[in-house]
């Protein structure tokens, strides 16, 4: 195999006269090459994009266990003292009077006031994060996001430098160290700490088997494997629940989590999937781009010959400070609004999102069982967003996920009760919980067709950024339950996704569009599609001119058909 530039002739080998002639050279990029070889599905295969699946369990769970961890239970407790006991014998029902309102309203103290009676035991409770100290929980909930983002912001240069797969290893074997130190952490500040090196890792562990597996698939592969990818995601997160179910100690569930995260890496090393033939092409390793398409190739049954096969590689410029100066409102304004507008879009999603994930305490008591839900509405959300995007196109579908959102927060403000521990508020928030996961999805198809390939890495880098500030704030909203109405975070949610319906209303549709490689092609798109417009109006005018060509001409035409 051999790596030529893009401008490198595409001529075979000419055979002399008299002897036979080589076989005819196949120039291709990598992606057709890619194409090529896997041109077929096979049961190996499908195991192996499976396994890669599995490298992520870790993260859904790593990212959700403060939920469980550091569950705060308003609802199970019992008096103490005799101010506890006389505010009891006002209130009559017990089921009001266990209540956040009434143990923080009245400034009930542990251990004084009241003894907690719950079986589980958090570090909210060993630390005393309740009521006006709450806020810690959702410090600790949230510091991960801080981590994943400066993970974010590293993870690129780590790819290019080890590559995808060592780079995903390397977030893993973090993640898994830093879950092991908080099984063992006995104060908030290292709490704190440890959780935003498991975001560090999560973030570059996430990202570097997402690029890993995409890039070794074939173009026809693409969509379902992002879609069964981010099941992984989901797995991790019933895992999680299952595991809290059955341990009652928050520091068993932490060392639980990080065995959970030894079974993510060992895909890694079993696997006979080599790095990423993209990375072996820039770090000009021809041999090991060819060894890739060949594992590939006896994975797939394929019984293409590599033989005959030449990559063309175009370079690059991965210079991101020379990146940043193709954002000028002169030089490329559409590349630039759009850039905004999405990340505009990727915060609001993120924080509903993850207000949603932090937040289904305040919703409903019995916490495991709405989570669960919950998680089962991710998987549904994962595996059908790509259906509704083949269904409507890009930008319908985005709008009508976020219309579904903003109706189902508007029904939540309604006070309907089916049973003690069911209502409409819960029904209507999952089926919500829904439509922001699809919608999450969403954007993350819509923005990798918006930018051009040259800068589709920074672009898709500075929108991630922008959820994971979304992510940082979303817990801090849940606070909003205790000092005003229900109805108050329900309206902002509503509110929120009203405005990136708006943002998403200027954006392009991308449906059947293909794909830019460059800013000029971001440009050039919308010069095209207004000239096409005006080519359309201009034969509509065209059109219209000649039915009242004919019909002045047919009023003056005599009976016998003649023009008088």
């Known amino acids: 195999m051999t790596v030529i530039t893009k401008d490198a002739p595409r001529t075979g080998i000419s055979g002399k006269s008299g002897l036979v002639e080589a076989p005819p050279r196949q120039f291709l990029t990598i992606e057709e090459a890619v194409d090529l070889v896997v041109d077929r599905l096979s049961v190996k295969l499908v195991l192996n994009f499976l396994a890669v699946c599995c490298t992520i369990l870790n993260t859904g769970a790593a990212t959700y266990v403060t939920i469980f961890t550091g569950y705060i239970p308003y609802n199970d407790w019992k008096c103490l003292s005799q101010k506890c006991i006389d505010l009891q014998a006002t209130v009559g029902s017990s089921e009001t009077f266990y209540s956040y309102n009434t143990m923080c309203k009245n400034d009930l103290v542990a251990d004084i006031d009241f003894e907690w009676t719950s079986k589980k035991h958090t570090f909210s409770r060993d630390w005393g994060f309740y009521c006006k100290s709450e806020a810690k ?151 090991e781009a060819m060894k890739t398409l060949q594992v590939l190739a006896q994975l797939s049954g394929s019984k293409i010959s590599l033989d005959t096969i030449d990559l063309i590689y175009e370079e690059r410029n991965q210079s991101y400070l020379k990146q940043i100066k193709d954002f000028k409102p002169r030089t490329h304004p559409t590349m630039l609004k759009e850039t905004l ?31 669960f839900f919950a998680a089962l509405g991710d998987g549904v959300a994962y595996s059908t967003s790509v259906l509704g995007c083949r269904l409507l196109g890009r930008k319908k579908a985005t709008f009508f996920y976020f219309g579904v959102v903003i109706l189902m927060n508007l029904l939540a403000m309604l006070d309907v009760r089916f049973t003690a521990t069911w209502s409409l508020e819960h029904l209507v928030s999952i089926i919500g919980n829904i439509a922001t996961s699809s919608a999450f ?6 923005t990798g067709e918006l930018a051009p390939t040259s800068h589709r890495g920074m672009i898709l880098c500075l929108s991630s950024s922008c959820a994971r500030i979304g992510s940082f704030v979303g817990p801090y909203v849940n606070l909003l339950y205790g000092v005003t109405d229900r109805r108050v975070p329900l309206a902002l949610f509503a509110g929120l996704s009203l405005l990136a319906c708006l943002a998403v209303w ?42 009242v060509l004919v019909n002045g001409l047919n009023g003056h035409l005599d009976y016998d058909n003649k023009l008088v």
């Open 137 to 287: 929980l959702s410090l600790v909930s949230s510091i991960i996001f801080i981590g994943s983002l400066l993970g974010l912001l590293f993870s690129t240069c780590l790819f290019d430098w080890i590559g995808r797969k060592r780079g995903a290893i390397l977030g893993s074997v973090l993640t898994l160290l830093s879950l092991a130190a908080s099984s063992v952490a006995t104060s908030y500040p290292v709490l704190i700490l440890l959780r935003a090196i498991s975001g560090f890792g999560l973030i570059v562990n996430y990202t570097g088997s997402y690029c890993w597996i995409v890039e070794l698939a074939p173009t026809f592969l693409r969509n379902p494997i992002s879609g069964f990818f981010t099941l992984g995601w989901t797995a991790g997160t019933f895992i999680l629940i299952g595991l809290s179910y059955f341990i009652d100690q928050w520091h068993q569930i932490y060392l639980a989590v990080a065995i959970m995260n030894v079974l993510g890496v060992i895909p890694f090393f079993l696997l006979p999937l080599p790095v990423s033939p993209r990375f072996s092409l820039i770090k000009g390793k021809k041999e």
């Open 341 to 371: 507008l999405g990340m505009v879009v990727w915060f609001m999603v993120s924080l509903i999102s993850y207000s949603y994930q932090f937040g289904w305490s305040k919703i409903g008591n019995d916490l495991h069982s709405i989570y």
């Open 441 to 446: 999805v969403m954007m993350y198809l819509y």
């Open 506 to 547: 200027f954006l392009p549709d991308t449906t059947g569009r293909s794909v830019p490689e460059t800013p000029g092609d971001v440009e050039n798109y919308l010069e095209k599609k207004k000239k096409e417009e005006e080519e359309e109006d201009g034969k509509i005018d065209e059109d219209k001119a000649g039915i």
